[in-house]
């Protein structure tokens, strides 16, 4: 890669300076009041809900047990407060759009419109594209290395980094999954999961770009490398299950990870004299972009699509071109190792 290139890339690396901060719906008193009165009526409006029938401790005001809420309701914690919030919450933003104000956060959300219960149904969709698209991409990595490259005579494949990448695969695949379920309906559970899962991800990217970007493919210092990494992100898994969900810090350490990690691939985009370093090239490049989208933060346009789920589609083009590298890399170093043997 041409030096300047380089440097127009560094500087992008740069715009990372401000994060968007928006005003917390929750502190709103009159949204506060909605929420006080509904809990109280059971309704906002004319609308009125089920929920709200049932006393705090979960017993039917009136009606025997039989008549309490589905179980699935009861998994998703749809509650008198859900339905509250919600609720308020729409109607609060429909009155302050008329006013010309922008939409605001409530308990750190952006309103959303719901579609059959679907919290935010367009990341979800994008959630679930994403995890088809990395299956794509981990399966054709497997036929390519298992079934059109040659084998060595123990069956294992010339490609060092062959297990590496299935585990990749597998984390990415188990990552999309949790967002998809996530997005579809948060609750502490289902976002502990989701933050847990992409920690893991990420932080076994950064191994994976350690290794393969510096050729550690030597056993002992491939511990040396992972050992520590592993360390860090279990550490950080257990701080945020079992002591505090701080989401402050989560976005820290996310950013830091794919800092380094596109750091690391773009370095060795611009030295190595890989055939397919500029699909590298690219990968960074987008990913710096769509990691814009992280940053500089947007409300949802017509309730459904935010910056968030636009992040979520920059990243399907991005896995596509990726999966392509990795089966370009597997194929180069197979033809460089038996160049080698013969
Ligand atoms: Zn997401």
Redesign the pocket.
């Known amino acids: 890669m041409p030096r300047l290139h380089c440097f127009l890339f560094l500087a992008t690396f740069l715009c990372f300076a401000g994060v968007f901060v928006a005003g917390d719906g929750e502190a709103d008193p009159l949204y506060k009041d909605c929420v006080e009165q509904c809990k109280k009526s059971g309704c906002v409006g004319n609308r009125c809900f089920q929920h709200c029938k049932f006393s705090s401790d979960g017993k039917p005001i009136d009606g025997p047990w039989y008549t309490n809420e589905p179980l699935y309701l009861r998994w998703k914690q749809w509650d008198c407060q859900t339905d509250c919030r919600y609720y308020c919450m729409q109607s609060r933003e429909e009155e302050r759009i008329k006013l010309g104000d922008k939409p605001i956060k409530y308990h750190g959300k952006w309103p959303f419109r719901r579609v059959y219960g679907i919290q935010?149904p367009v990341?979800v969709a994008l959630?679930a594209l994403n995890l088809a698209m990395q299956f794509h991409g981990w399966v054709s990595f497997f036929i390519l290395v298992y079934y059109k490259l040659p084998l060595r005579p123990d069956k294992k494949t010339y490609y060092e980094y062959t297990g590496l990448w299935h585990i990749y695969g597998i984390l990415s695949m188990n990552s999309w999954f949790w967002?998809a379920i996530?997005?579809s309906r948060d609750v502490e559970l289902t976002e502990k999961l989701?933050h847990s899962s992409?920690v893991a991800l990420l932080g076994f990217s950064l191994l994976l770009a350690i290794l393969r970007a510096f050729n550690v493919r030597d056993e002992a210092a491939r511990v040396m490398v992972t050992a520590p990494l592993i360390a860090f992100v279990t550490t950080h898994i257990l701080y945020l299950n079992f002591y505090k969900l701080d989401h402050g810090l989560q976005m820290k350490v996310c950013m830091l990870i794919v800092f380094t990690h596109l750091l690391i691939w773009a370095i060795w985009a611009c030295i190595s004299k890989h055939p397919a370093q500029w699909k590298v090239w690219l990968v960074v490049v987008g990913g710096n972009l769509a990691m814009l989208f992280e940053v500089y933060e947007f409300p949802p346009y017509m309730g459904y699509v935010d910056s968030?789920?636009l992040?979520?589609a920059t990243t399907i083009p991005i896995t596509y071109l990726w999966w392509s590298f990795v089966r370009d890399d597997a194929e180069f170093r197979t033809s460089t190792l038996l160049k080698k043997v013969r």
């Open positions: 935010e990341a959630s967002s996530f997005h989701d992409a968030h789920a992040w979520h």
